[in-house]
């Protein structure tokens, strides 16, 4: 199982982006998906989930800006961004769990996000 991440990039303050996370079999064998960030120097940190039932969770930083919404019919979960700030900058992953056994999880390779002042 693999999860893909894309759509990261460069971006000015106060601009959008939608990132992807797409899974290599189906989603249907996920329960929680979210996403993660790490800015340099820091520790990864919890930006969004959703749950299989489509309930969702935001980092206070983010809630109201950010959003996050799956399409299992495209196995796929976004991450739709918006009003960016210089602090969104990260490296921001997919993170999925196992609907079978939540101890199993899995992650994304990361992709760029950089937001200029």
């Known amino acids: 199982v693999q999860l893909q991440a894309s759509g990261g990039g460069l971006v000015q303050v106060g601009g959008s982006l939608r990132l992807s996370c797409e899974t290599s079999?189906?989603?249907?064998?996920?329960?929680?998906m979210a996403w993660y960030r790490q800015a340099p120097g820091k520790q990864r940190e919890l930006v969004a989930s959703?749950?299989?039932?489509?309930?969702?969770n935001y980092a206070d930083s983010v809630e109201g800006r950010f959003f996050i919404s799956r399409e299992d019919i495209k196995h796929t979960v976004y991450l739709q961004m918006n009003s960016l700030k210089p602090d969104d900058t990260a490296v921001y992953y997919c993170?999925?769990?196992?609907?079978?056994?939540?101890?199993?999880?899995?992650w994304g390779q990361g992709t760029q996000v950089t937001v200029s002042s």
């Open positions: 959703i749950s299989r039932g489509g309930r969702t």
């Open positions: 079999g189906s989603i249907s064998g996920f329960g929680t």
């Open positions: 993170y999925g769990v196992s609907i079978f056994d939540d101890r199993i999880n899995y």
